[in-house]
């Protein structure tokens, strides 16, 4: 049955594979799927036909025959219980790998966005700056412990997992900037993620849409 996911026409990433399409784009490559790719226009994203896929008008979606998902971390979930290569068997290791997907869309991305957000969109505001350290400061500590329990593992928790997928693109996001280079564990952990042909299969995917359109 044909994946279809759908993508940005025109990424304000310029190509650096941050936009959330490149997540799903990474699990299917793991699993060895092939995909389709809708790119959605700006003027489409609030159309009520993006909206039935996607209720917030964002990217990405999937639709596998009458399936359709939206939030990416859903969507590797479905893809990692739909295939094999992203989730362990042992049932144990499985409920870790899952522990640590939940974890990073809710106990370390919200953290990187916080920054985000500060930074584009917040920057002129009376208190940004007496915010910002506050910001930075709660990553740090976050990033603290996450390195403590990484320590010098290669992934999260014992093999490769969908939870490395989103672990590894939601630090993805501090890549070459404080805080994530003051962690070098976590810094060679991200680079990890790169090495991996998957990886690159799905970051050369979306960076040929952005060259295609630009
Ligand atoms: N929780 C949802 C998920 O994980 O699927 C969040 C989806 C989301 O944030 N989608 C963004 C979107 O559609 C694109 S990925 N935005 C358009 C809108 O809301 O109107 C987030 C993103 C956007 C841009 C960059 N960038 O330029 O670096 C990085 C990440």
Do not use: C
Request: charged share 25%; net charge negative.
């Amino acid at each position: 049955m044909t994946i279809t996911i759908t993508a940005f026409a025109n990424s304000p990433d310029q190509g650096a594979g941050l936009a959330r399409d490149m997540i799903v784009r990474w699990a299917l490559e793991e699993v060895g799927q092939p995909y389709e790719v809708r790119l959605v226009p700006w003027e489409d994203f609030r159309k009520p036909e993006h909206r039935r896929r996607q209720p917030f008008g964002q990217i990405p979606t999937y639709e596998e025959g009458d399936l359709v998902l939206f939030e990416s971390g859903a969507i590797v979930f479905h893809i990692a219980e739909r295939f094999p290569g992203l989730l362990p068997a042992d049932a144990n290791a499985r409920a870790r790998a899952i522990t640590w997907m939940f974890a990073t869309v809710s106990d370390v991305e919200p953290l990187i966005i916080q920054r985000e957000v500060m930074e584009y969109l917040e920057s002129d505001k009376s208190w940004a700056d007496e915010r910002m350290p506050l910001v930075e400061q709660r990553i740090r500590d976050r990033f603290s412990e996450l390195s403590a329990y990484l320590g010098d593992a290669d992934w999260i928790d014992g093999a490769f997992s969908a939870a490395d997928v989103l672990l590894v693109q939601a630090l993805r996001r501090l890549e070459g900037q404080g805080p994530l280079t003051e962690f070098p564990m976590l810094a060679a952990y991200v680079e990890r993620g790169k090495a991996r042909p998957a990886f690159k299969r799905a970051f050369a995917a979306q960076l040929a849409v952005f060259k295609a359109q630009n």
